[in-house]
């Protein structure tokens, strides 16, 4: 969730240029949560705040946050000719209207991945978390094909944190990944990743580059926010305002 300046959600909501809407805080006609708000300047949460212009609370459409336990087989796409989509699973209310014009994924996943999907209608929480300067950290849990012996944990620490180049795949060229941790388990065949980028088939041309193979996949966590293990594969529900607050 995220701030604005009142003069430019009141011009959002029709009241007219941020010029034009002055008049309604020289008259003292601007409330925010029943307080009388004279500066334009004024930052407000759209989500949480209550604003009323002249005794009339403004009715602003409210972001949607969803968290989805994503199931394998299906596409993190709008469309797709072939599989179904993760927005075929939403219900009717979150396919019409102004979710259907807004609600966006952050970050994908493959087809055959599971775990933490974020929908979302915030475009300024999604441009922050997708942008590359960000570095917004992703955990995966990875089940490889290989189980790996303590020598080669310490070639896969040293590897991934130093930074991994990864092989070219389909369309993408090879490429130097950034540092990224990796946490082993009491399974040899089953790791914790964290990146902190989203390239194409990332995890997976990771593992390809140590000579391994991912076998199975789900993202855990995105930044400080952990996906609801309660939450049944294929499921979703809203998320809390704590929750967004842990996106960051
Ligand atoms: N890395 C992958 O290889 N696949 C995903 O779905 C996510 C990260």
């Known amino acids: 969730m995220s701030t604005d300046r009142i003069d430019k959600i009141l011009a959002h909501e029709g009241f007219g240029t941020r010029k034009d809407v002055r008049k309604y805080f020289r008259a003292s006609q601007v409330l925010v949560n029943g307080k009388v708000i004279t500066d334009p300047g004024f930052h407000c949460d759209i989500d949480k705040d209550e604003i009323?212009?002249?005794?009339?609370?403004?009715?602003?459409?409210?972001?949607?946050?969803?968290?989805?336990?994503?199931?394998q087989g299906v596409v993190c796409a709008n469309k797709d000719g072939l599989h179904d989509t993760v927005f075929s699973l939403l219900d009717e209310q979150y396919r019409v209207g102004f979710a259907l014009e807004n609600l966006h994924l952050i970050g994908r996943l493959d087809i055959d991945t599971e775990g933490l999907l974020i929908f979302t209608t915030d475009g300024k929480l999604t441009h922050r978390l997708i942008s590359p300067k960000t570095n917004c950290p992703k955990k995966y849990f990875v089940r490889l094909e290989h189980p790996v012996s303590e020598s080669?944990?310490?070639?896969?620490?040293?590897?991934?944190?130093?930074?991994?180049?990864?092989?070219?795949e389909d369309n993408e060229d090879e490429a130097d990944c950034l540092p990224a941790k990796i946490e082993f388990t009491d399974?040899?065949?089953?790791?914790?990743?964290?990146?902190?980028?989203?390239?194409?088939?990332?995890?997976?041309?990771?593992?390809?580059?140590?000579?391994?193979?991912?076998?199975?996949?789900?993202?855990?966590?995105?930044?400080?926010?952990?996906?609801?293990?309660?939450?049944?594969?294929g499921s979703y529900r809203k998320m809390t305002e704590e929750e967004v607050a842990l996106l960051g």
């Open 52 to 71: 009323s212009v002249d005794g009339e609370i403004l009715n602003i459409q409210k972001n949607i946050y969803l968290m989805m336990n994503k199931p």
């Open 152 to 168: 080669e944990k310490k070639e896969y620490d040293d590897c991934v944190s130093k930074g991994i180049h990864i092989p070219a």
């Open 187 to 233: 399974k040899d065949d089953e790791v914790f990743l964290t990146i902190v980028e989203g390239k194409y088939h990332q995890v997976k041309r990771m593992f390809r580059a140590l000579d391994n193979k991912v076998i199975y996949l789900k993202r855990v966590s995105i930044n400080e926010l952990k996906l609801d293990e309660n939450l049944a594969t």
